[in-house]
């Protein structure tokens, strides 16, 4: 399991090619049956579920279906139950979750950044927090001292990702030469981009902590890469479409809810399962 998140009471609860007709949501792996059709009602209709998609970021979100969705699914499931609401969760890529969210045909992204999704709709209460560092091989010693020194490196991204405001430009600046950035699409993103940092055939890579921490556990494998600095810390969101009718509504039940859950105690016994814990 990944070793103790700290994180911060005080950010979770104040933080805390397209075809011309547009496909149905057909997700890779899900924990349910999924829509069909643009997934925001009227807001006089009563709604009884939401649709919620991203690509496994474990611990924040991980696989649907699982024993272990994520401590942001776990969140998200109970803080709208309170509302009488169930939450379908599925997988596909990154960038696919947010133009099917962007198309109205699932209400809500996970584990979003700001700078992820500007667009889209947020709670004021975040749901978790993220730590983006950097990895490189263990035999590269290379240093980070500012944007400018990737200038002679190759860097990993994940296609949709955003990383920190500075690093973000960087990559979209440089995404066409591929002797700078490397774009990741795919199902399994993640595995791929360690897998050619081992085989040193790119240089150097950002991701959460806690999930790379996560992810080398998972593979027994925990001193594979170094980590070579701390870039961005943020807040961390389940973020609803721009194009949902009610998506201010359901931002602010998923913001009520989750602050009832922590005035309880239950967000803490959910971390737990995680092996993670708030703390101030």
Sequence with gaps: MAKTLVLSIALFLAACSQPE????LVPETAAKATKTAPAAPAP?????????????????????GSEHEGYMIDIAREAFGLAGIDVEYVNMSWARALQQARDGYIDAVVGALPGDAPDFVFPDA?????TIALYTHPDNNWQYAGIDSLSQSKLLAINGYAYSPELDSYIEKYQDDPERVWVLSGPAPLSRAIELLHQQRSDVFPEDRYVMQWQLEQE??????????????????????PVGRDSAQLAAL??????????????????TRYGLSWSD
Excluded at 21 to 24: A, F, G, M, Y
Excluded at 44 to 64: F, L
Excluded at 126 to 130: L, M
Aim: a negative charge; proline letters at 10%; one cysteine or more.
């Design 21 to 24: 007709d547009p496909p149905p």
């Design 220 to 241: 027994n494998n925990t001193e594979s890469l170094r980590m070579a600095a701390v870039i961005h810390e943020s807040p961390i969101y389940v973020a609803f479409s």
């Design 126 to 130: 975040a749901t978790g927090y993220s």
């Design 254 to 271: 998923m913001s009520e809810g989750a602050r009832a859950l922590q005035s309880s105690g239950r967000v803490e016994e959910i971390l």
């Design 44 to 64: 006089t209709e009563p709604r009884h579920s939401v649709v919620i998609a991203a690509d496994p970021w474990c611990p924040h979100n991980c696989e649907a």
